[in-house]
């Protein structure tokens, strides 16, 4: 297993062209809509990789992924500027995986 990265090392690396391109692609999914889960976002991004943007355990943040509505307003906020969308775009995105939770855990 690899060491995880630390915030500094994670936001040099998205200044780079690989890394910005990455950015891109989510932000223009999050934008259009052809993003809806954060599944998709961590097929393009590692989970560790925004956990490490974000700060704090790893297992919080699966618990945050798993029950979007445990992100905070500065969480929201960090992810909004980190993918270079405004902050209603990433409030949106995170409350509509949050009611998708919730129908799952209905279900169960």
């Known amino acids: 297993m690899m ?3 630390s915030k500094q090392e994670v936001s040099t690396y998205f200044k780079t062209e ?4 990455k950015i891109h ?8 809509g052809s993003i809806k889960t954060f599944s998709q ?3 393009i ?3 560790t990789n925004l956990q490490s943007l974000l700060g704090g355990e790893f297992y919080a943040f699966d618990k945050k ?3 979007p509505g445990r992100f905070s307003f500065n969480e929201a906020e ?3 500027n980190f993918f270079q969308v405004n902050f209603e775009v990433m409030r949106d995105f995170i409350r509509n995986n949050q009611l998708e ?8």
């Open 3 to 5: 060491p995880r990265k």
């Open 18 to 21: 690989s890394g910005q391109h």
């Open 25 to 32: 692609v989510i932000k223009s999914g999050l934008e259009t």
């Open 41 to 43: 976002i961590a097929a």
């Open 45 to 47: 991004i590692a989970k």
């Open 65 to 67: 992924l798993k029950d």
């Open 78 to 80: 960090s992810l909004a």
């Open 101 to 108: 939770a919730r129908k799952k855990q209905k279900k169960k």
